[in-house]
């Protein structure tokens, strides 16, 4: 297992950008995909992004494309998540996770703590 630890959340306005990351301790990181998450609530937890290990591939949710980018530094064993454009239905509490390499969109096990992000409009 790896041990991830998110930060990076706040308060923002509508419209405005916020960068999450992701720190990863405990294995070795570039052995793992990893992928952004939400959970607004209510709701279910969604996929926001994925990013394989070298960081050749991405992947994103429909509502999020454009506006976000995933990004990765194994050297320094993060994850970031660079969010513009904000909008207040992305508000919600961000989890970073390692994820499977056939499915991006799918958590393979390690899950952070989550960071919230609210959007006020």
């Known amino acids: 297992q790896v041990q991830l630890v998110e930060s990076g959340g706040g308060l923002v306005q509508a419209g405005g950008s916020l960068r999450l990351s992701c720190a990863a301790s405990?294995?070795?990181?570039?052995?793992?995909?990893m992928g952004w998450f939400r959970q607004a609530p209510g709701k279910e937890r969604e996929f926001v992004a994925g990013i394989s290990r070298s960081g050749g591939s991405t992947y994103y949710a429909s509502s999020v494309k454009g506006r976000f980018t995933i990004s990765r530094d194994n050297a320094k064993s993060t994850v970031n998540l660079q969010m513009n454009s904000l909008k207040p239905e992305d508000t919600a509490v961000y989890y970073c996770?390692?994820?499977?390499?056939?499915?991006?969109?799918?958590?393979?096990?390690?899950w952070g703590q989550g960071t919230q992000v609210t959007v006020s409009s």
């Open positions: 405990g294995r070795t990181f570039g052995n793992y995909n």
């Open positions: 996770a390692t994820v499977y390499t056939s499915d991006l969109q799918r958590p393979l096990g390690s």
